[in-house]
C-alpha cells in the first residue's frame, strides 16, 4: 500500500492522482490500494491531519510519499526543520 500526502503540484488540477495510479501500476503495484490525498496550498504541518485521519481507518501505507514543502517557501530552516520533525513524528506513531 502506498500513501501519497501532497500539494497543487501532485493534485495537477485533478490530474495528479490518475496519473500517480497508472504509474504505480506500470511499476507493478496495485493503485487500487494507493490512497492520495493532495490539495492546493498545503504546506507541510498540513499533512498531520492527513495521517491522523488515515490511521483512523486503519490505513498503514507500506510506502509513505510525501510531496511537500513548496507552500513553504519563506519558512526559515528551523521552521521547516520542526514542521519537518512534526510530520515525522506523527508517522513514527503509526509503525
Known sequence: MIGVIGDS????GGKGPERLRAAFA???HDPTTAHIDAVTGRGIRGGIPVVQQWSDVGFLPDLWVI????N??????STLNH???DLMDQIRELT
Open 9 to 12: 503540484l501532485t493534485w495537477q
Open 26 to 28: 506500470a511499476a507493478g
Open 67 to 70: 510531496a511537500l514543502g513548496t
Open 72 to 77: 513553504n517557501l519563506n519558512a526559515t530552516d
Open 83 to 85: 514542521a519537518i520533525g
